[in-house]
Structure formats: structure tokens, C-alpha cells
Nanobody, 115 residues
């Protein structure tokens, strides 16, 4: 079992920045990749950014150049640095940890960007 706890969400003005954190505990050795997803009201959950066990990363086109995913292995924590935020980035952001057999999800953290 893996437990994920997100933090760092909040209210920010357009153009501002936030850093989300996803702290993992439990059987973290089973995790192959960690991703950040988001879900806006009335929309499907979408992948924002992901980082693999080898450090490879990928981003949604809508956030490339603005968001950066990184990790601190010693802390079992993955970060999402979000710069130049736009109102359309408003959503609940979820952390996902993927293992071979199962995906784990955090409880989500609200990000609201005002115009």
C-alpha cells in the first residue's frame, strides 16, 4: 500500500506561482512513476505532468514551459512547480503513483487562479 498526501494548493492571481507537493509513504519501492492530474468542474481528469523512475518527464501541451515536475527521493516527495498560472489552470490537482499492479491516488488539492 502507498499513501499519498498532497499540499500546496490555494488561491493565486493570474501570472502567479504555486508549488504543489506529493508526499508518499508506505511501499514506495513499488512505484514506477508519479504523475499530477487535474480535474476542473464539468471536465474529465487530465494528466498534467509525470516523472518516471529514471527521471524522465512528460507534460501536457497546455503547461509546457510553465510547469515543472521534480522529485526529492530522500523525502519520497514529488513537486509540481507552477509558474505563469492562468485562470484555466483552476482545478483540483491529484497526485498519482503508478505501480505494476495498481494506481494510488491522493485526496486532491484545490488550485484557484483568479483573473
Amino acid at each position: 500500500q502507498v499513501q499519498l498526501v498532497e499540499s500546496g494548493g490555494g488561491l493565486v492571481q493570474a501570472g502567479g506561482s504555486l508549488r504543489l507537493s506529493c508526499a508518499a509513504s508506505g511501499s514506495t519501492f513499488s512505484i514506477n512513476a508519479v504523475g499530477w492530474y487535474r480535474q476542473a468542474p464539468g471536465k474529465q481528469r487530465e494528466l498534467v505532468a509525470a516523472i518516471g523512475s529514471g527521471g524522465n518527464t512528460n507534460y501536457a501541451d497546455s503547461v509546457k514551459g510553465r510547469f515543472t515536475i521534480s522529485r526529492a527521493n530522500a523525502k519520497n516527495t514529488v513537486y509540481l512547480q507552477m509558474n505563469s498560472l492562468k485562470p484555466e489552470d483552476t482545478a483540483v490537482y491529484y497526485c498519482n503513483a503508478a505501480s505494476v499492479q495498481i494506481d494510488y491516488w491522493g485526496q486532491g488539492t484545490q488550485v484557484t487562479v483568479s483573473s
